[in-house]
């Protein structure tokens, strides 16, 4: 749109507030911003002359404007925002920030259980957060675990079951971590209370709980129960050691937000923080990718508009070392002293201290690829391995058994130069018995390749077989069964002295010791260990307890495998009563089990 013919359209827009969207030659949105008043802030993109390069191209670009009129500023930033979100344009500051940040959950339950996560999950649970850090989390989860002694099992309470008399007190509650409402010792009102408490601790309101404690300390020390009296002491003093660690400064400054900006030419850096009764509840920093000449206060307003909406902040009062557009309703302070100069310090360390952090990983990142990208890595073992196809897919077996028993294969999968774990694969051999690792490495490749060629996927460029000559020709006979051998490249590793070894060839193959393709191999060959390992140690530690079950007469895997889902252990088992028994399994295979440990007996 060139300024002749923005001229034509200027007398009709409108000179109220609201929010204007451009539109490019092929009908895309490329720029939403908002405005006090629409002719004037859209005259200025077509009347002053531009320095900023890219706002030239945005206005040569420019083919069709459209504008949404609202009532308030307030709801002008709102639209804006919400348009931005929706719809991506190319001109609008971008708010990176692709970190998955954790959350306390209190999940919705008649008796909630409280505990990190990563998911946000819609099932009405509630969702407090997110948190900058675990170690936040985890030291909040420890405050409340000394404090309000929650449950922390998984049994589906209800007032029914607990009536029914189906539960059993744990250790927790003989430790004093938990009041046993699964078995009626805590009212429902009383657990509600205390979940009730959680939330306010996690605003940072300490007091509620505190001034709880020394009424309900002062009442058992009444009632000679010194023991208890000693417990909620230490809760008291928990309390407060939290809390002084917690204060940063006064008090008296309560629910108000700080914002911070470290600008850069084509990034900003925002830091934002939430205040409670003196104490930071929360502390954010953001990186944001400007696209035109944007101004500090632009993208603190955009920012803020972003922070508080996810983190549901409500304060009246905005600290700042700037001034910037926010609503009617709030107010933005800009101290010279005190305390609450001190907070915008914290503020502002805190930015400075998130691209401090940000360099040094970029730099770690550069010295982990020894100037090498992970693509001419793949080259270069290519070259080494006289490969004839460059090796992006790469997959790797090894095999794993405990004296002949539990014997397990493990497969792991590497594209372009890194781990692929979705692709990733574990078997449990079920074709060969004792110890025969080449019968083992056979039946694997078979069943992992054979899925493949059924399924129509492609295949690897290279397989590596860790084991040597005689686990490769156990690997070269299921190629072949299956048709595929001479469509990918399978090499053996000899274990100990690192040789690799090619179908036929009688001599080896010996990298240098220092050589980017060794180092490769090496990764590969470690993680196809630690996965294999990991993985037959978990079938080793469920199939000794399974066999201890099953080498009872009348005992099938079946019965087993119920046996443990139901009472988690062979101690548990044994623990169990008749009718639980019974109603389990049956009464024959109930008297076969008590028969069975009370001669162990």
Partial sequence: MTKEEFALIAPGIPTRPGVYTYYNQEGHIIYVGKAKQLRKRVSSY?????????????????????????????????????????????????????RTYPYIVIKREAYPRIFLTRRLIRDGSEYLGPFPSVEQVRS??????????????????????????????????????????????????DYAWQVHQVKEILKGKLGDVIRYYKQE?????????????????????????????????????????????????DIAYVNYMIIVQGSIRQTYTLQVVKKLDESDAEILALALHTFRERFQSYAKEIISSIPFEVPQDIMVTIP????????????????????????????????????????????????????????????????????????????????????????????????????????????????????LVDEGSSLPQLIIIDGGKGQLSAAIKSLNLLGIMGKTTVVGLAKNVEEIFYPGDSESLRLPYDSESLHLIRRIRDEVHRFGIQFHRKTRSKGIIKN????????????????????RSVK??????????????????????????????
């Fill in 46 to 98: 077509f009347v002053k002359q531009h320095e900023h390069f890219k706002t030239k191209k945005l206005v040569s670009e420019i083919a069709k404007i459209e504008f949404t009129i609202v009532d308030t500023e307030q709801d002008a930033l709102l639209l804006e925002n919400s348009l931005i979100k929706q719809h991506q344009p190319r001109y609008n500051m971008m708010l990176k920030d692709d």
């Fill in 140 to 189: 909040l989860l420890e405050l409340i675990r000394q404090t309000l002694p929650l449950r922390s099992c998984n049994l589906a309470l209800t007032e029914k079951s607990i009536a029914a008399g189906k539960f059993k007190e744990c250790l927790e509650y003989h430790i004093g971590n938990c009041k046993a409402p699964c078995i009626g010792l805590q009212s429902f009102e």
């Fill in 217 to 265: 300390m002062q009442q058992l020390a009444n009632e000679m129960q010194f023991e208890k009296a000693e417990l909620v002491k230490k809760r008291l003093e928990y309390l407060a050691q939290y809390q002084s660690r917690s204060v940063i400064v006064n008090t008296r400054i309560d629910n108000v937000d700080v914002c911070s900006i470290v600008s850069m030419p």
């Fill in 336 to 451: 010279r002293s005190g305390d609450k100069k001190k907070l915008l310090a914290i503020s502002q360390q805190n930015a400075m201290y998130f691209i401090q952090e940000q360099k040094r990983k970029a730099t770690l990142l550069l010295n982990q690829e020894d100037n090498l990208t992970q693509t001419q890595r793949i080259e270069r073992l290519q070259l080494d391995l006289r490969l004839t196809e460059l090796p992006i897919h790469i997959e790797c077996f090894d095999n794993s058994n405990f004296q002949g028993a539990y014997p397990v294969s493990a497969m792991v999968c590497f594209k372009n130069g890194l781990p692929s774990k979705k692709d990733y694969r574990h078997f449990h051999i079920k074709t060969v018995e004792g110890i025969n690792d080449f019968a083992s490495m056979e039946e694997s490749v078979y069943r992992r390749y054979k899925r």
């Fill in 548 to 567: 201890e079950l099953e080498n009872i007469a009348g005992i099938g895997e079946k019965t087993a495998t119920l046996l443990l889902q139901q009472f």
């Fill in 572 to 601: 548990g088992i044994q623990a169990a009563t008749e009718e639980q028994l019974i109603a389990a399994v049956g009464k024959s295979k109930t008297e076969r089990l008590k028969k069975h440990f009370q001669k162990e007996k």
